[in-house]
C-alpha cells in the first residue's frame, strides 16, 4: 500500500469510526519508529511535521526520509504539515509532495481564515492533496506555535459555515482540549464534535491528544473524531527514554551510540503502537 491522500484515510476511519493516530515526529529515528508500529498494528496513520521540524531538519531532506522510508510499506500512510501560519512553509510543502497541511489561521478574524483558507485548499487540490482547517487556536504552545489562553469559541452557525464555504476535509474545533501536558484531567465538549457532525458530516481532528483517557478517545473518536493527533507523548517518550539508558550507560561506563538508538527506538514504537490500539486503528489496514 502506497502513500496515500489523508483524506483516504480519514474518510474510512470516520465512517467505520475508529480513530487514525496522527503522530508528531521530531526526527529520522522518530519517523522510522512510528511508521514500524503502523506496520506491526497493521494500522494506517498519518505522520505529522511542524513548521518547526521542517525548519531543523530541512524540507528536501525530511521528504527524501519519508519517500526512502516509506518505499514499499505495506500499510496506508500520509504525510501531513501540522499548525501552519506560514503561507510560504506551506505552499513548499505542498509542492514538495506533503498530502495535507493544516492552515492555522485561528489568530485571524474569522471571514480572512476562511478567506485565505479556500484559497489553500485550491492550491492543495492543484497537488491531490488535503486540508484542515480551524477557526480557534487550540490552547497551548506547540513547537512555537500558539497561546496557553484558551481561545473563544466560534458558534455552531459559524463553524459549519466555514466548513462549506472552505471545503476542507477535516475540521480541528477547539473543545477544551489542549497542546502538551493536562495538569487536571480535562473538561471536553464532546457534544460540539456532535452538533458538528451531525449537521456536516466531516472529519474532525482531535487535537491535544496526549494524557487523555481511554473513555474520553472511545467517545470523541465514535462522534467522529476521526485524526487523533499526538505530539507531546512522542516527544517525553523520547527524552525519558533516552534519559533512562544514558544513565544506564553512565553506570556502566559504556558508550555505544546505536544501543541508545535501539532502546529509544524500541519506546517510540511502542508508544505509537499502544496510541493505535486505542484508537481501534490496529488491523485496520486495507
Ligand atoms: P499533544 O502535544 O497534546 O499530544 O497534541 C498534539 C497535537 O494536537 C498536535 O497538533
Redesign the pocket.
Known amino acids: 500500500m502506497p502513500v496515500v491522500p489523508l483524506k483516504q484515510v480519514v474518510d474510512r476511519a470516520f465512517a467505520e469510526r475508529y480513530g487514525v493516530a ?1 503522530i ?1 515526529v521530531v526526527n529520522d529515528l522518530t519517523m522510522e519508529a512510528v511508521l514500524a508500529a503502523a506496520v506491526a498494528e497493521h494500522a494506517p496513520v498519518i505522520i ?1 511535521t ?1 513548521v518547526k521540524t521542517v525548519r531543523s531538519i530541512g524540507l528536501d531532506l525530511l521528504f527524501a526520509m519519508w519517500r526512502e522510508m516509506t518505499a514499499g510499506i505495506e500499510v496506508p500512510v500520509s504525510l501531513h504539515l ?2 501552519c501560519p506560514d503561507r510560504e512553509v506551506l505552499s513548499a510543502c505542498l509542492r514538495k509532495g506533503w498530502n495535507s497541511v ?1 492552515f492555522d489561521g485561528s489568530t485571524l478574524p474569522v471571514a480572512e481564515n476562511q478567506r485565505q483558507t479556500i484559497e489553500v485548499v485550491s492550491e492543495a487540490r492543484s497537488y491531490g492533496a488535503n486540508v484542515e482547517g480551524e477557526i480557534e487556536a ?1 490552547t ?1 504552545v ?1 513547537d512555537d506555535i500558539g497561546s496557553d489562553e484558551e481561545a473563544k469559541r466560534e458558534s455552531l452557525p459559524v463553524a459549519l459555515e466555514f466548513i462549506r464555504a472552505t471545503g476542507i476535509d477535516v475540521f480541528a474545533p477547539a473543545i477544551g ?5 493536562y495538569h487536571t484531567e480535562p473538561h471536553l465538549d464532546a457534544q460540539r464534535v456532535s452538533d458538528i457532525v451531525a449537521a456536516q458530516p466531516i472529519p474532525i481532528a ?6 487523555m483517557t481511554d473513555a474520553q478517545f472511545t467517545d470523541l473518536i465514535a462522534r467522529g473524531c476521526a485524526k487523533v ?5 512522542l ?1 517525553v517518550t523520547f527524552m525519558k527514554s533516552s534519559l533512562d539508558y544514558l544513565r544506564q550507560a553512565e553506570e556502566r561506563d559504556s558508550w555505544d551510540p546505536p544501543s541508545l538508538f535501539g532502546a529509544t527506538r524500541a519506546a517510540v514504537t511502542q508508544m505509537a503502537a499502544d496510541h493505535m490500539r486505542r484508537f481501534g486503528s490496529a488491523g485496520k489496514a486495507w
Open positions: 496522527a508528531n505529522q511542524s501540522d499548525h493544516l487550540i497551548g506547540e482540549n489542549a497542546h502538551g501536558v482531535l487535537h491535544g491528544g496526549t494524557g493527533n499526538i505530539s507531546t507523548a516527544k
